[in-house]
């Protein structure tokens, strides 16, 4: 590439929203993608390009670089983000990359570092912008000019002489008071905030019920911390509804991590398929026990799938409307015994009308009125164990105070897989032996 | 109740938060639920409160009122929220609602209804704050002042003398500048926007990609007709994530608009089940087909809820990875057939693994070693062919504009059984056939 012809791409790379460059960065080749950073000069456009890549990208940036250019783009990002980037990093890397920052935003980095992942201290931003309650208008309104390097100001926090958080004021509300005016005057004295512990769902949460833009944090004894601004909040949800998605469906979004590598990704899949194979095995050990039992087993051989694939799928059904309907708030704590019941009934009602399907098709089929009979009732059952399974499991696991996605679909299915053979098959053996 | 007694409930619930009068409504009984509105005499507070409520709750709410009450909370609501209020309700009260609010607001109200639902049109507060280019800071201090009916304001949208949008400037910008400064002159030109039809999806994404905190809606003349704000955008968000999650376990969110009642559930939840239903009889003819090929059938029945579950639930994996995926925009359209090869390796290597897992089993458990061979075989192939089919379906839907969740987990679990069965009992009459 001759050094003129570098003008134009860099022009236009500057222009463009760093969204957009990483939107670029994700269609080019291994080898477009080294080159890409050199057209751009601006350390600080490197530093929000490179944050809205995909994590697995971030890390092969980081780890191909020298430290003493990781450096300088680190300190670009406000602290938040530049902690963020340091838990993804390896260990060993961090101690050094550490000490080559500048010292004000290293302590920043390393106080976000001391709080547990996904708590309020952990994702706050430590560079906000407040303003003492003794101040008046005309003085905020200075300071708010010299403030160039903080995240997007919207709401002003004021605090008192000991930096504990007194009241909040909108932009808007100082721009329409007097200048004389003394802020703990005119402001609010009622913040919703949060203590540094707090878990991002619950922040999420309230920034969501509240309708706020940004959310300040606060330590033990009251005093601003930092801050959390509802584009960090926006990021959160999308995360936790994806993790929910992926547990649910028994696998883990870690394996994006590992991009195209099958055996990195086949390894991160098997320990959740392993349990299946563990609770099917059992599944198996439940027909080869009856096999000796009924004499008309073969007969019935051929529904086990039906049996199986509609008490999977009721089961997960009623898995997920608790576990959703428990994350999104539909479902209060003390509604839950209420909805397990609920789930019975609708069970229930699906067996019933399934079971009189399945007991007219197997009539039909084979001529057999005891069989009909048989597999009808064994499908009312299952079908009704399967929605009270399906609901029971994650209760009890919210109840106790679990995470109630790890009773994800594989893992309902499973039991269900179970439950249902075993009343299939002990309903027919009661049918044939009493009535046949 | 004493009329005196009303005070002190009237003024604790004028001082809570709409949300959290929605959240203790929640935990009332009906006969509780009625009374608390007749302690608030403050319409907009009931307006507020009554937009936190679920949808059946709100539906409720104003199904048991005359219209005559209905109207003046409706006034109260901001343009986007009452439009919501209306598309909810039944279309026969929707007539006699609209001619009884204020003529603004009705205008407005129906110029929403006129977007297709779930467009940048329909969710958009036409109700907004625009200022005019050729204003000073001075003047558009003393607009700002006026203003006080208008959704939060942060963004000061510009707008030419047609209407046009032309610019937008923040609060902050406003405060920085000298009071004979001209809009145009301090304003930044480059405004991202959307029109009017833009899907709300879509919309999000934008929102969440560009860390916005509102977004200008446009017409085709380029004319700025409303903004839709953050705080609609993760509604949105937590909207979409969970109609994904419900459809992808073969449900729909739907039911929870019937609440109690379990007939109504279960009838909503049936269709989704029948289609279950049909596929599994489907299994259960390819068993009982292959209950005549192979003689030594009794053998192989206590493997058959191994092969189906894990084909199963390998399959829904690969479909969640790669319909989530797609959502998050991290599997791009282009990468797809890469992707479903993917996923196929993958399901290859988890194949060997369980394979040779279950041959050893197999031949501990029975002692025949072509029993081991032809399960393990069987084993491998299915799971192969389960991943792939887990990523090809939802694959071909987005290739085909249809949407991927649909080619949910318990239909991918049906075309698995259904595959992984046949793919079992075939190998089976090949191996003893030939090795027996």
Not at 367 to 385: D, E, Q, R, W
């Amino acid at each position: 590439i001759r050094r003129n012809a570098r003008h134009p791409l860099e022009n236009l790379l500057t222009k463009l929203h760093p969204a957009d460059i990483a939107s670029i960065y994700k269609n080019l080749t291994e080898l477009e993608r080294e080159k890409i950073w050199n057209y751009i000069s601006d350390q600080s456009i490197i530093a929000s390009a490179v944050l809205e890549l995909e994590d697995s990208d971030i890390i092969h940036f980081f780890e191909n670089r020298p430290l003493k250019e990781i450096a300088p783009i680190i300190e670009e990002m406000e602290s938040d983000d530049a902690a963020e980037i340091v838990r993804l990093l390896p260990d060993d890397m961090t101690g050094e990359l550490l000490k080559m920052i500048g010292k004000d935003e290293m302590s920043e980095v390393e106080t976000l570092l001391t709080f547990a992942e996904d708590t309020a201290g952990a994702i706050m931003n430590t560079s906000f912008f407040a303003l003492q309650e003794d101040m008046t208008v005309k003085e905020a309104t200075k300071t708010l000019h010299k403030a160039e390097d903080v995240e997007m100001v919207f709401y002003l926090y004021i605090i008192d002489s000991e930096g504990k958080l007194s009241g909040v004021l909108s932009l808007r509300q100082l721009i329409l008071n007097t200048p004389d005016k003394k802020l703990s005057d005119i402001m609010s004295r009622e913040v919703i905030n949060v203590n540094t512990d707090v878990d991002q769902e619950d922040v999420a949460k309230m920034v969501e019920r509240y309708d706020l833009l940004a959310l300040p944090v606060v330590d033990e004894n009251y005093k601003l911390v930092g801050i959390i601004t509802v584009d960090d909040v926006i990021d959160i949800i999308r995360e936790e509804a994806t993790e929910d998605i992926y547990r649910m469906a028994g696998t883990s979004d870690g394996e994006l991590l590992f991009g195209h590598n099958s055996a990195k990704v086949a390894r991160v899949r098997l320990p959740w398929l392993l349990i299946t194979f563990a609770g099917s095995m059992v599944s198996g050990l439940v027909v080869a026990f009856f096999q000796g039992k009924v004499t008309q087993f073969a007969l019935l051989v051929p529904f086990m799938p039906v049996i199986m694939a509609m008490a999977g799928n009721v089961g997960s059904q009623s898995a997920t409307i608790l576990i959703r309907g428990v994350a999104l708030g539909k479902i209060n704590p003390s509604d839950i015994a209420r909805v397990t019941f609920k789930e019975m009934r609708v069970g229930a009602i699906i067996g019933l009308t399934c079971g009189l399907l399945l007991s007219g098709v197997s009539y039909f089929v084979d001529g057999s009125a005891i069989l009909g009979l048989s597999v009808g009732v064994s499908m009312f059952f299952s079908l009704s164990i399967a929605a009270f399974t399906g609901a029971f499991v994650p209760a009890t696991l919210i109840k106790l105070n679990f995470d109630p996605a790890v009773a994800s679909s594989p893992f309902i299915s499973m039991l269900n897989d179970i439950l249902g053979l075993s009343v299939y098959f002990g309903t027919a053996v009661m049918f044939f032996r009493y009535l046949g």
